[in-house]
């Protein structure tokens, strides 16, 4: 299957700060990535859809200021964590939309490893 | 909105014996997909369905899409300590925001050696 890689994969940082997760697909073109939230022992979040190209699409209750998405190029989409809080600890997955046409038929998403953020 | 209603929440079964978990829904959906999930990883794509009455295996896996198009099941044969794991079900409709995966909450599986 496709790959998707995502870095860094565990990050601590400090209250106030700024941290930047990449998400690439390595070997496919993704015009359109995902990035989820997830809490302990529960089911993933959307939090946006990454449009390469066009401003994400953030799902209700996800603030676009606090959680930035960069979709720069068909490969690569980034999230930054702006003035991260203790209460933005979580694990962040992304995934790629692979396959078919955009949001047709028989396309397929691909998830990342996913990144462990502490915010102390 | 749309949800998925997943069971069991949670199974622990022996060795070798064979699961079961299904998911379903008050709406019709065009795409069904199965992902474990590891502790500390993210989601592995198991199985996908596109249409309906589809049945599909993939080794010991085996899942199928609904013939009404509002549920699946996924049944693992002769369980192995590593099946051990989170299972979701998602599904989705086509375009658009449609187009975004639903997810069921997991059925987490332990498997007892």
């Known amino acids: 299957g496709a790959v998707v890689s995502q870095h860094p994969s565990r990050v601590i940082c400090k209250s106030g700060t700024s941290v930047k997760i990449e998400c690439r697909s390595l070997d496919f073109q993704a015009t359109t990535m995902f990035w989820y939230r997830q809490f302990p022992k529960q089911s993933l979040m959307l939090m946006a859809t990454?449009?390469?190209?066009?401003?994400?699409?953030?799902e209700q209750g996800v603030e676009k200021d606090k959680f930035l998405i960069n979709h720069a190029s068909l490969t690569l989409s980034t999230l930054t964590v702006t003035s991260a809080h203790p209460e933005d600890s979580s694990f962040y997955i992304c995934?790629?939309?692979?396959?078919?046409?955009?949001?047709?038929?028989?396309?397929?998403?691909?998830f990342g490893p996913g990144t462990r953020l502490t915010v102390l | 909105g749309q949800q998925l209603n997943q069971s069991p929440q949670s199974m622990f079964i022996q060795e070798g014996e064979d699961v079961s978990m299904n998911c379903t829904s008050s709406?019709?959906?065009?795409?069904w997909l199965w992902y474990k999930q590891d502790p500390g990883e993210g989601p592995v794509l198991l199985i996908a369905l596109y249409k309906a009455g589809e049945l599909t295996s993939n080794g010991r896996l085996t899942a199928q899409f609904g013939i009404t198009r509002k549920d699946s099941f996924l049944n693992i044969s002769a369980s192995i300590p590593s099946d051990v794991g989170i299972y979701f079900c998602?599904?989705?409709?086509?375009?658009?925001?449609?187009?975004?995966?639903?997810f069921g909450k997991g059925t987490k599986l332990s498997v007892k050696p």
């Open positions: 990454s449009n390469e190209g066009s401003k994400a699409t953030y």
């Open positions: 709406s019709i959906f065009n795409t």
């Open positions: 998602a599904a989705r409709n086509y375009g658009g925001s449609q187009g975004n995966l639903i």
């Open positions: 995934s790629a939309r692979a396959g078919g046409t955009r949001g047709g038929s028989t396309d397929t998403q691909y």
